[in-house]
């Protein structure tokens, strides 16, 4: 069992990998804001298998509060956008 | 036999997360780039928490799961829709091959006001309701 939690965390490393090649490359705003919104959620399901990886229930609390900073992250980096803030990408 | 099933839960979760990234990373703009993560990685995060719940099989840990669940589905839509409006209206560049942009000559970038099509001088008019004061 402990051959796929490490199966599981590489791969979700990788895809944290390939999210950051789009964080830096990303022409415009909104696609790095998309690519950061990937991000928590990777780090959402990389939580969760911590949790089961340790065996200790409280870190999906962690993963719930990692998940509501990333939904209120998105709607204020929209909001941002629509309002026509200073842009430098 | 619990153990293939979370096992195979989450290599498959982890699997559509890559699956995200790498769409992230190849799909050509905005719009398909999104429909990438939000769809994939939510569907991700969704059988790791499956798993789990299975792994702690226990009544508080599952609902915790559960919420965790249903919250990432609640939000996700929400958040690729109000970040794909904000991308359309600061006017990023769709791809080369899109078939059809329904948007376009609705839309007025300088406004920002949406036109349904609907509009002649017989709708604008005021309809007189109940509650009006005399």
Known sequence: MNHVFLIGQVIMSLALVLAFV?????????DRVIALELFTTTIVGMVGLHAIKSGIP???????????????????????LERGGPRDD | MIDLIKGTLIIAGSLFMLLASIGILRLPDLL???????KAAALGVMLIMVAAAMHFAETSIVARALAIVVF??????????????????????????????????????????LKSGMETQ???KRQPRDTDPD
């Open chain 2, 122 to 124: 017989e709708n604008a």
């Open chain 2, 72 to 113: 990432i589905l609640m939000t996700a839509p929400v958040a690729a829709h109000v970040i794909g409006r904000a991308g359309y209206f600061v006017g990023s560049k769709l791809w080369s091959g899109t078939v059809k942009d329904e948007l376009r000559p609705n839309y007025d970038p300088l406004t920002h006001e």
């Open chain 1, 22 to 30: 789009r964080v830096v490359r990303g022409p415009s705003l909104p």
């Open chain 1, 58 to 80: 409280s870190f999906l609390d962690a993963a719930i509060v990692i998940a509501l900073m990333g939904f209120l992250a998105a709607i204020g980096f929209a909001r941002f």
């Open chain 2, 32 to 38: 398909t780039r999104m429909h990438a993560t939000t």
